[in-house]
């Protein structure tokens, strides 16, 4: 069997209209005076109509066009699922941030994903372990959330158990269940407490989850301020003996704070990236955050901007472990990529205009495999497919000249994956161990092929 130089899995889901709501119901279809949408309108956004099934668990040989002055990649993907949960008023990659390719310590890689029969119904997390020989993603167990968890749950693997957590809006309480991927067996699910039972404040939407290196797990989410008015950050952080906190930080003039990635500047010191949204639905606006706390400190907010303009959304965020240099990425209102990048002794105040603009783009993610590169993986807003820039070790410590770093375009598993609506990575954040290669998955275009996810790897020639 011939040996990769270097592993690529990548998997990738359709935009779609994911919501913002100002109740505990929060999330309702496209149009409702009790959403807002957190995707918008998109060139990707289109509907195709075709059939894009491909092979249920099969995989495809798909070839690359490499640029960068190294040898050609070749791009071998494998279907995860094409039941992944979507709907007209959500499409099948809401919240990226969610979820990633997970390894456990036997080294096999577990993705999840969830299941309900409408928006407003999460009812199951659904585990999928890469069987290595075989080359085919194999269904490994199912566990049933309460009833009032509607949307999706934010999961993370340590050792070998895959902790997940969920908003009940009905029971007012942070869910959190666990999966033993050793024996595949669910382990159940469980309020969190924090110093005796607790209960989520109205309001409460958009949980996240990462695992800490220190080692800690922060959970955290949002409250919607009531008709536009300021809503709150709120997180928690456990390292092993219970949950602490919570903190509570009120946002300064926003209604929310969703879709947050997260990184570790050190062991309990984060710095994350979100989407903000200011004033009531429809006449708000939306915006990007960057987001510091020391463990157990209220969180600063900085706003990011392109040419004075508030920005749409956090893409990602990823600090180089030398130099403490923050590289991250955010969405434009336009289907461009902003690059920014952070010297570790710095504030985001400076550095609030990005480094460079990547066209072209819907999607964006980080990937740090251990060889020491880091990997921009873009999903385009029109018919490009999926990009990966990869630049090399020596230059992370500085702005990072995405034009002048190795180039692999893949070719297309199918229809609907031109503009893939979420990019799901291998990272820190989602395990305790390093990350061992580049790879990542894509979920298809919104109402064409988002029901399905695809595994992605580069392999040399």
Not at 184 to 211: D, F, H, L
Not at 228 to 235: D, K, N, P
Not at 429 to 444: K, M
Request: net charge negative.
């Amino acid at each position: 069997m011939r040996g990769p130089a270097f592993l690529l899995v990548l998997a990738a889901c359709g935009p779609a209209a994911t919501v913002r709501g100002d109740t505990d119901a929060t999330t309702s279809s496209a149009g409702s005076a009790t959403g807002t949408s957190s995707e918008g309108s998109s060139s990707a956004e289109s509907s195709a109509g075709a059939d894009t099934r491909g092979a249920p668990d099969g995989t495809s040989s798909s070839g690359s066009d490499t640029t960068g002055g190294t040898p050609p990649l070749e791009f071998a993907s494998t279907q995860i699922t094409d039941l992944n949960r979507h709907y007209p008023e959500m499409h099948g990659g809401w919240g990226p941030h969610l979820r990633g390719l997970m390894r456990s310590s036997d080294d096999a890689v577990w993705f999840v994903h969830d299941a309900g029969e409408d928006v407003l119904h999460n009812r199951a997390i659904h585990y999928v372990r890469r069987d290595a020989e075989a080359d085919v993603w194999i269904p490994a167990g199912m566990q049933a959330l309460p009833d009032g968890v509607q949307q999706n749950a934010a999961s993370l693997l340590d050792g070998d158990v895959i902790h997940t957590w969920a908003i009940d809006v009905i029971g007012h309480a942070l869910v959190h269940c666990t999966f033993d991927t050793h024996a595949a067996t669910a382990t159940g699910c469980a309020p969190v407490e924090i110093g005796g039972p607790y209960s989520t404040p109205a309001n409460s939407n958009y949980v996240g989850a990462a695992r800490a290196p220190d080692p800690a797990h922060l959970v955290w989410f949002t409250t919607v301020g009531e008709a536009g008015g300021a809503g709150s950050f709120v997180y928690t952080y456990d390292y092993g003996g219970g949950h602490n906190g919570p903190v509570v930080t009120s946002l300064p003039g926003y209604n929310d704070l969703a879709y947050v990635y997260a990184a570790f500047v050190g062991p309990s010191s984060a710095m994350l990236v979100g989407q903000a949204y200011a004033g009531a639905y429809p006449d708000g606006s939306f915006g990007a955050l960057a987001i510091e706390f020391e463990f157990g400190q209220p969180a600063s907010f900085t706003a990011l901007f392109v040419d004075g303009a508030p920005v749409r959304s956090g893409a990602d965020v990823w600090i180089d472990p030398r130099s403490g240099t923050a590289h991250l990425i955010a969405e434009t209102d336009d289907n461009r990529l902003a690059y920014y990048a952070k010297p570790a002794d710095a504030p985001w105040s400076a550095h609030a205009e990005p480094a460079m603009i990547l066209d072209d783009t819907f999607r964006g993610r980080f990937v740090a495999p251990s060889s020491g590169e880091l990997a921009l993986v873009r999903g385009s807003a029109g018919t490009g497919g999926i990009e990966v820039r990869i630049a090399a070790a020596a230059t992370l410590a500085e702005p990072i000249d995405w034009d002048l770093a190795t180039r692999a375009t893949m070719s297309l598993v199918g229809p609907g994956f031109d503009a893939p609506s979420a990019l799901y990575v291998e990272g820190t954040s989602y395990q305790d161990r390093a990350v061992g290669a580049l790879q990542f998955a894509a979920c298809g275009r919104y109402q064409v092929a988002d029901g399905e996810i695809w595994q992605y790897r580069a392999e040399a020639p």
